[in-house]
């Protein structure tokens, strides 16, 4: 069974920092892209980041490229999401996702939508007071 479950969540300051951690189990992690997503409040969910399956190629929507920074650990089959210089419009519930392909990349264009993703997990709540 495939399970992926997200931490590092929580309250913070506009300008503060939170690392988020995704750990997953139940398949080959160093076989497949991953990818962080989030939902603000009322809105849809929306693509934050991807991280091809050797951790070299990554993608960032435009409203967090130069503050978030995506990693992975093949090892330990974690994912993460390092969170700097956070604003309040950061305020959503992020999670993690597996793409069934090793890239982020999707014919001439980036992995940005649900479809694209296959497993996730619950979400983690991250809250940006101004």
């Known amino acids: 069974k495939v399970q992926m479950v997200e931490s590092g969540g929580g309250l913070v300051e506009a300008g503060g920092s939170l690392r988020l951690s995704c750990t997953v189990s139940?398949?080959?992690?160093?076989?497949?892209?991953m990818g962080w997503f989030r939902q603000p409040p009322g809105k849809e969910r929306e693509v934050v980041s991807c991280?091809?399956?050797?951790?070299?190629?990554?993608y960032y929507a435009d409203s967090v490229k130069g503050r978030f920074t995506i990693s992975r650990d093949n090892a330990n089959s974690m994912l993460y999401l390092q969170m700097t210089s956070l604003k309040p419009e950061d305020t959503a519930i992020y999670y993690c996702a597996n793409k069934p392909d090793l890239r982020c990349r999707s014919g001439d264009g980036w992995s940005t939508e649900e479809r694209e993703y296959s497993y996730w997990g619950q979400g983690t709540q991250v809250t940006v007071s101004s």
């Open positions: 991280i091809d399956w050797r951790g070299i190629t990554t």
């Open positions: 139940g398949l080959t992690f160093h076989g497949y892209a």
